[in-house]
T-cell receptor
Framework: NAGVMQNPRHLVRRRGQEARLRCSPM?????VYWYRQLPEEGLKFMVY????????ESGMPKERFSAEFPKEGPSILRIQQVVRGDSAAYFC?????????????FGPGTRLTVL | DQQVKQNSPSLSVQEGRISILNCDYT??????FLWYKKYPAEGPTFLIS?????DKNEDGRFTVFLNKSAKHLSLHIVPSQPGDSAVYFC??????????FGAGTILRVKS
């Protein structure tokens, strides 16, 4: 009965490097959402994906950030040329979306630190 | 533009008493509301939700009340237990897709 899985749990990168965050949804869920939490703030929506499709990326920064959810394998959030302001906790959630009001269940998060 | 607001950064309650956490929203298009609990270094854990067609939903010690005219919802925990100490986030959805979160309220339950 695995929940949403994220790896790595902690990631340290130097400025200018790339960060790749992975998310495997709960079994039976085909909808994935990424959120970011900056220190002392609530979670902010970034992107919503179904298999092979980006449904809503209205919360994604226009540059350096991208996300995918391939037919096989986990969803990936990719941050190119990281800067110190990218340091945050990144959470993935999944849902089954069988109804409009399906609950999103969250993973444990990846804490990104940019040196 | 904070569409979901939790105006109390923290709340301290004695064990066994009622905890009431409040949340206000501005977007009248929100039709689904959720409460999550979060411990440090963990992801948010779903607690309870309510659809805009209802004004109350109860699950064990947790009850959520929705007042649409006031654009206000609250989470009641009774009786409060020390294990309830965590950060509580209110979240809302208008389109069934993205959740809009409040900034959270730190609940401390003293034994």
């Amino acid at each position: 009965n695995a929940g949403v899985m994220q790896n790595p749990r902690h990631l340290v990168r130097r400025r200018g490097q790339e960060a790749r965050l992975r998310c495997s949804p709960m079994k039976g869920h085909s909808h994935v959402y990424w959120y970011r939490q900056l220190p002392e703030e609530g979670l902010k929506f970034m992107v919503y994906l179904q298999k092979e499709n980006i449904i809503d990326e209205s919360g994604m920064p226009k540059e350096r950030f991208s996300a995918e959810f391939p037919k096989e394998g986990p969803s990936i959030l990719r941050i190119q040329q990281v800067v110190r302001g990218d340091s945050a906790a990144y959470f993935c959630a999944s849902s089954s979306r069988t109804t409009h009001t399906d609950t999103q269940y969250f993973g444990p998060g990846t804490r990104l630190t940019v040196l | 533009d904070q569409q979901v607001k939790q105006n109390s950064p923290s709340l301290s309650v004695q064990e066994g008493r009622i905890s009431i956490l409040n949340c206000d929203y501005t977007n009248s298009m929100f039709d689904y509301f959720l409460w999550y609990k979060k411990y440090p270094a963990e992801g948010p854990t779903f607690l309870i939700s309510i659809s805009s067609i209802k004004d109350k939903n109860e699950d064990g010690r947790f009850t959520v009340f929705l007042n649409k005219s006031a654009k206000h919802l609250s989470l009641h925990i009774v009786p409060s237990q020390p294990g309830d100490s965590a950060v509580y986030f209110c979240a809302a959805s208008a389109d069934g897709n993205k959740l809009v979160f409040g900034a959270g309220t730190i609940l401390r339950v003293k034994s």
